[in-house]
């Protein structure tokens, strides 16, 4: 996400759910985030920090 965009390599720690389904396990929606990248990105779609939900 956020750190491949800036061309940096930062150890992935989180498993991300693509579309924000936390059940949805299948192989497709699934990618490996940094915890910053992860942070930012569930914020951006639930609504954290006060964000809107997107």
Same mark, same amino acid.
């Given at each position: 996400?956020?750190?491949?965009? !800036?061309? !940096?390599? *930062?150890?992935?720690?989180?498993?991300?759910?693509?579309d924000?389904?936390?059940?949805?396990?299948?192989?497709?929606? %699934?990618?490996a %985030?940094?915890?910053?990248?992860?942070? !930012?990105? *569930?914020?951006?779609?639930?609504?954290?920090f006060?964000?809107? !939900?997107?």
């Amino acid at each position: 996400m956020d750190c491949e965009k !800036r061309g !940096r390599v *930062t150890p992935a720690s989180v498993v991300d759910h693509i579309d924000g389904n936390a059940h949805n396990n299948e192989p497709g929606n %699934l990618a490996a %985030l940094c915890a910053s990248c992860h942070s !930012r990105k *569930t914020a951006r779609q639930d609504g954290g920090f006060g964000n809107p !939900r997107a």
